[in-house]
C-alpha cells in the first residue's frame, strides 16, 4: 500500500502551485491512499517551524506507531517543509519513506544528505541525474537511490500555429541577463517582441523567489502566454547560476512547459538531456550572433517546425505525470516486495 502526503500551503508561489498540481493529479491517476497534511499558513516561517518543532517533540513517542506499505512525499527537501507539511506521517515508523524531490543542486548536497539520514528516507527519487548518482555513491544505509525526472500534464497545455502567435521570444520564471544583455536592445529596435520577467541585480528571481509582480498572474495566463510564444528562452541553472547549482545540470519542467507549448526552445540543453533523448531538443545559441540568428529563425521558420513538432510528441510520451506515477509506484513496490 502507498500513502500519499499531499500539501496544505496557502498562499504559495507558482513552483508551489506546480507541485500542488502533481499531487493532486498522482492522486486522481493512482491506487494510492492520500492522506492530506496540515495546513501552512502564512506567513510559512512561522506554521512550518511550529510543525517542524511538533514532530521534534512527539517523534520520540510516535516513532514506535508502526504503520504497513509506504508513506510518499514530493517535493520540498527543505527540512522545515519536509517534516511539517507531512506531519505526522513522516513522524510514524513506516515499512518505507519515500521522498521523490527537484532543487537538490551541489551546494546543498550535505545539508541534503543529513536530512535524509535523520528523516530515514529508505527510498530516494532524485530528478537530476548528477544528483541521483552522487547519492548512489554515499550508500547510505538503508537508502536506495533513484533517477526520476520532473514531468509535466501535457493536456493542461495550448499551442497555436506558428504565424498566429505574438510573442516572438519569451523567457519567463529564471534569465540569464548575459543572453538577455546581447539581444534585448536589438529586439527593440528590429522591432522583435520580447517578453520577460523584469529582473535586476538586487531581485532576481533564482534567488529571492517571485512572489509579487508576476509576469503572468494567473495559470491562465501562463498557459496563454506559452501557447503565443514562438521561441521560448530555456538555459540550465548551471549556466544561469552556477553559484547555486554546481554541477548538476537537469532538464527542469520549463523545457517540458516550453515544448508542450510548441515553442521552439532557444538556449542551451542540459546535461541530462544527453541522456533522457536521441536528438538535442534544443536550438544552442550562436554567441558569434546571437541577435541575427532569432532573425534568421523568424524569417524562416520552416526547417524548425520538425524540431518543434518532434519536442511535442516526446514530452506527451515520456515527460507526462502518468509516466513519473507509474515510475514511482514500480520503484516502491519493488522495494517494499524484497523487504
Not at 71 to 92: D, E, H, Q, R, W
Not at 138 to 158: A, F, K, S
Request: glycine share 4%.
Amino acid at each position: 500500500m502507498i500513502t500519499l502526503i499531499t500539501s496544505k500551503i496557502r498562499k504559495g508561489s507558482p513552483d508551489l502551485e506546480l507541485l500542488q498540481q502533481f499531487e493532486q493529479f498522482c492522486s486522481g491517476n493512482s491506487n494510492w491512499r492520500t492522506r492530506k497534511g496540515p495546513v501552512l499558513f502564512s506567513p510559512r516561517s512561522i506554521s512550518s517551524r511550529m510543525y517542524t518543532l511538533i514532530h521534534a517533540l512527539l517523534h520520540p513517542l510516535l516513532r514506535h506507531f508502526k504503520k504497513p506499505g509506504a508513506v510518499l512525499s514530493l517535493g520540498l527537501p527543505y527540512p522545515l517543509y519536509l517534516y511539517a507539511k507531512n506531519f505526522p506521517y513522516f513522524s510514524i515508523k513506516y515499512d518505507l519513506k519515500v521522498l521523490w524531490t527537484y532543487d537538490v543542486w551541489q551546494p546543498v548536497y550535505i545539508p541534503f544528505e543529513n536530512l535524509v539520514r535523520k528523516s530515514g528516507i529508505n527510498l530516494l527519487l532524485l530528478s537530476s541525474r548528477q544528483a541521483t548518482a552522487h547519492f548512489q555513491q554515499l550508500d547510505i544505509p538503508g537508502c536506495e537511490v533513484h533517477w526520476v525526472p520532473e514531468t509535466i500534464n501535457t493536456d493542461e497545455y495550448e499551442f497555436k500555429p506558428w504565424h498566429e502567435r505574438r510573442t516572438n521570444i519569451l523567457s519567463f520564471g529564471r534569465s540569464w541577463l548575459t543572453y538577455h544583455d546581447a539581444i534585448a536592445a536589438g529586439c527593440v529596435q528590429h522591432h522583435i517582441e520580447y517578453a520577460y520577467q523584469e529582473r535586476n541585480q538586487q531581485h532576481d528571481v533564482a534567488v529571492h523567489g517571485l512572489r509579487s509582480h508576476l509576469q503572468f498572474p494567473t495559470w491562465k495566463e501562463f498557459i496563454s502566454g506559452l501557447a503565443n510564444a514562438q521561441l521560448c528562452i530555456c538555459f540550465p541553472r548551471s549556466i544561469t547560476h552556477p553559484a547555486l547549482a554546481g554541477n548538476v545540470s537537469t532538464l527542469t519542467i520549463r523545457y517540458l512547459q516550453a515544448m508542450a507549448s510548441k515553442c521552439l526552445i532557444i538556449g542551451a540543453s542540459p546535461d541530462d538531456a544527453a541522456y533522457l533523448f536521441d536528438y538535442n531538443p534544443v536550438v544552442e545559441v550562436d554567441w558569434t550572433d546571437p541577435l541575427g540568428q532569432i532573425q534568421e529563425i523568424l524569417a524562416n521558420p520552416e526547417p524548425y517546425q520538425e524540431l518543434i513538432e518532434r519536442n511535442y510528441k516526446t514530452v506527451c510520451e515520456k515527460f507526462h505525470h502518468k509516466n513519473a506515477v507509474a515510475q514511482i509506484e514500480e520503484l516502491i513496490n519493488h522495494k517494499l516486495a524484497r523487504q
